[in-house]
């Protein structure tokens, strides 16, 4: 190795401790040992990875592993990613969803090329498909019993609060009408095996509701997703008056907390253990026979310790029947509900799950829910 190429290493690794360059430019990771050396940004393996789709727009190498030119230094020097960010980010509208490591490959390449190759956050006239307050377009919408998808015309409106779907392309009433102020959309690309497929969640009648939708073309996908968030902040910026952007943006969508398959019994105990997919949603666990049905078979609300809801390892010893090996009893003020998970793994996970939730007292709005739940059947 010459002289020169061991003093650009040297330049290299000094850059990399300097203020923003330690952390991935697009999602955040802690580890930067990738640049892209036209856009002057260090980034992380997996999204050098994502820049090698742009060509066009970023070159980039491994800082340590390539050989890098006098002049490619220099323009790292005279960049980064702070200096990338108050240029590429100048107006991302705070409802604007931003990836991080764990996010699936669809929102973090979008994210990548909202910035550098649109210039979405420069020319605001680029926001427009998710910053209108109104958008309307055909989605291939998984049907709710045969599981088929078929293309269906979907208007998200501000104005009227709701995300509505069309059976018929003339059909003049809705087949559903989803409510903003209940709505959640979560990309689930594992669960529908289509890397651009999106859940819907909302609530009827106080009852879950699942929709799972996707569009063809990466980003049409990510600014319906962005127009729904627009939607429901703008919802709570009305809902919340003088509420600070930063706490409402957290509540924009939700992440579920886990969820995966469980084995229950039912109210008696003695029905015997079958298995249930189960999706933890803030205080909501709910259980499905297919991930994607459109409805839950049950819910089970989860309060707070103070309220009187606990966690257990174990299944009580009057237990009966045939059940995976690890047991979960979450005890309510009405009644215990066992659960059984095929690994230990599972289990602990699980555990951690409703932990996370009973630790946290219950916000005044929770009670309602909770009371709704204690005069189900
Ligand atoms: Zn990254």
Redesign the pocket.
Known sequence: MSSEQDKNKCLLKELLGRSGNGS?A????ADTEWASYTLGVF??Q??AGLHGNIPNISSVKSVLQDSWSNTEVEFMASTGNDAAKAKYEQKVPAFYYRPT?SDCQLL?EQWIRARYDRNEFVCVERQEPYSAGYREGFLWKRGRDNGQFLSRKFILSEREGALKYFNKHDAREPKAVMKIHTLNANFQPAKMANPHGLQITYLKDNSTRNIFIYHEDPKEMVDWFNAIRAARFHYLQVAFPGAHDVDLVPKLTRKYIKEGYMEKTGPKHTEGFKKRWFTMDDRRLMYFKDPLDAYARGEVFIGSRENSYTVLPGLPPSTQGYHWQFGITIVTPDRKFLFACATEEDQREWMAAFQTVINRPMLPQEYAVEAHFKHKP
């Open positions: 991935c697009d999602c955040g990771a980034v992380c997996s999204c490591h973090r």
